[in-house]
């Protein structure tokens, strides 16, 4: 049989775990570079001592010692018992369920396989619905941090009166009233801005101004304006890198926000698998009690027969509390599997299957039996690439690294340029002609100048940032921690998959003993033993007890085995590939 995994070379695997380089790298002083050298050699140690650890491991199969019991039985044998016991001895027999909620005994019965399960999961189920929104917010909040640097068009239009009184006195008798001044001006302008990368920010604004001033008669005319201004830092707040940090982080946070999506469905798709087994698991138990019960029934019966002869009213009592035990049995089994069902429902979400229904959803695969073959380096190697929690790791390395950037920025001093020109013009009565004006040229003003601030000490800004180295240094240790995680999760999975691939063959040399045991007996009773109360019911009943018990154990590890090799699948990142499931980006 072919490797689980596919063998992802070393050197890959080690360029990989470096693609958060340029976000280590950054835009930093000199100072820092060794600091930064450091982190990432540390980083990149921390990987290749996890990997050589495995290094040399050979790629294994899973593999059971035979049972000393099972050896000695013949190929005859062993068919014979597995046509009395297991879970293939089931295959016709009917599944009892009992009366649903609405008291029905025939309710809809919907069998499904374990793909259809996982793709009607990953259309409908709930909790991935409201997963799916994540993405497209984050989208949202990374157009938003993108916006900062779109053009701003602003206009305004207002009307001013103004009144003023004339002095009193003297003057007053030479000019009346006319030393009152009244002023009417409307303004309007209208113009553009735009944010820079670089920092700063370019403004072109228009304006006009109508004036009509009263001071002994009528005066008016009209101002107009063309400006064109440019503010630009220098130091604090220069450059592209530090003004797109916001969008960076912004741009990060929509890839988290796709790899915890397919953390969300990692998790549903193991969910239910597990949630599928669990439903087998309980079918099959039900199956067994089912048969159980018939058999203790059928042999109660035969005691009652004799009840005129050799058997005791003790005995007949004692038979018929096996009965009611086991029907007792039953019952807990039937509710197994209508809430094994009931759950698979609520990880589907099918609103033709809702919860609230009686529909009884059945399983219709049986759990792989064959052994796997795992590679401890493989299965390390993938898990370090493809599990979502490690890309969210370098992801928080990455914006740690920007804020640490914005923050060794933020020290320097504040140092502003600013510049712009005017052209003027003006004309009595049309606006028009004040535009001709100020095309003309002949009136331009213009200005130039910077600004400086400082903060004496600088505390603030050193404070934040060593605060974001040591939250760098956090991050980085994170994802080392994540790493550790990540590989113990990958070793408890591989054991997972071995013990239970070696619990199948123990519980089924166990039925088959105890199946043989039963044969024996029943052997006995074809060939005429006395059927005494002690042989009924301290032997036989009791074998077909454990015969029962060994049965469930066989069925449990089954569904552990597919559920073990589910979640090595999902512990390394790949249980998505395995199941055909792909995360498209919706439009």
């Not at 109508?210 to 707040?237: A, C, K, W």
């Amino acid at each position: 049989m072919a490797a689980l995994f596919c063998v992802v070379p070393t050197r890959r695997l080690l360029a990989a775990c470096l693609l958060f380089s340029g976000g280590l790298g950054g835009c930093v002083s000199p100072m820092d570079r060794d600091a930064e050298q450091a982190l990432r050699e540390a980083v990149l140690n921390s990987h290749r001592a996890q990997l050589e650890t495995v290094m040399g491991a050979p790629v294994t199969e899973v593999r059971r010692d035979e049972s000393d019991v099972t050896a000695e039985m013949t190929d005859e044998r062993l068919e014979e018992l597995d046509e009395l016991s297991g879970v293939t001895a089931y295959a016709d027999d009917p599944l009892e369920v009992g009366p649903d909620l609405i008291g029905r005994l025939d309710g809809a019965r919907v069998r499904m396989t374990l793909r259809q399960a996982i793709e009607t999961a990953v259309r409908h189920n709930v909790d991935l619905r409201v997963a799916r929104l994540g993405p497209g917010i984050s989208t949202a909040q990374r157009v938003q941090a993108e916006a900062q640097f779109d053009a701003v068009l602003f206009g305004s239009l207002g009307y001013n009166r103004t009144a003023t009184p004339g002095p009193r006195g003297q003057a007053t008798a030479v000019f009346g009233a006319g030393t009152n001044v009244y002023a009417d001006t409307v303004t309007g302008q209208v113009g553009v801005r735009k944010p820079l990368v670089s920092g700063g920010q370019v403004q072109v604004a228009t304006s006009a101004t109508y004036n009509e001033d009263q001071f002994s008669g009528v005066s008016s005319f009209i101002d107009h304006d063309i400006t064109v201004s440019l503010t630009q830092p220098l130091l604090r707040g220069f450059g592209r890198d530090i003004n797109t940090t916001q969008i960076q982080i912004a741009r990060n946070s929509e890839r988290v926000a796709e790899q915890t999506l397919r953390q969300n469905l990692l998790s549903l798709a193991l969910s239910v698998e597990q949630a599928y087994w669990n439903l087998y698991t309980a079918e099959k138990q039900l199956l067994i009690q089912l048969r159980l019960l018939e058999r203790t029934v059928e042999d109660r019966d035969r005691l009652k027969k004799r009840e005129q002869f050799d058997v005791s009213p003790v005995r007949i009592t004692e038979a018929n509390s096996f009965v009611e035990l086991r029907r007792a049995d039953v019952i807990r089994a039937r509710q197994v599997v209508r809430q094994a069902s009931d759950t698979v429902k609520r990880l589907l979400g099918d609103p033709e299957l809702p919860v609230a229904g009686e529909s009884l959803v059945l399983a219709t695969d049986s759990p792989p039996e064959m052994a796997v073959r795992y590679s401890p380096l493989d299965a390390v190697q993938t898990a370090l690439k493809r599990r979502p929690e490690v890309a969210i790791a370098l992801y928080d390395i990455k914006d740690a690294s920007l804020r640490q950037r914005l923050a060794d920025n933020l020290r320097l001093p504040q140092l502003d340029l600013s510049t712009g020109v005017g052209f003027n013009g003006v004309d009595t009565n049309s606006l028009g002609r004040a535009v001709d004006d100020t095309l003309e040229g002949d009136f331009i003003n213009w200005n130039l100048g910077v600004a400086f601030e400082q903060p004496i000490g600088n505390r603030s800004a050193e404070a934040l940032l060593e605060q974001r180295r040591l939250e760098r240094r956090a991050a980085a240790a994170g994802y080392e921690r994540v790493a550790q995680d990540v590989i113990l999760d990958v070793k408890d999975a591989m054991r997972a998959v071995i013990n239970a691939y070696e619990l199948i063959g123990s519980t089924r040399a166990a039925r088959r003993a105890t199946a043989d045991s039963l044969r024996a007996i029943e052997e006995q009773e074809d060939a005429g033993v006395a059927l005494t109360p002690e042989f009924l019911l301290d032997q036989k009943l009791n074998t077909q007890q454990r015969l029962a018990d060994a049965e469930v154990q066989e069925v449990r590890a089954l569904s552990d085995y597919a559920t073990a090799i589910a979640q090595l699948y999902q512990v390394t990142g790949t249980l998505l590939d395995r199941n055909g499931i792909e995360i498209v980006s919706e439009d």
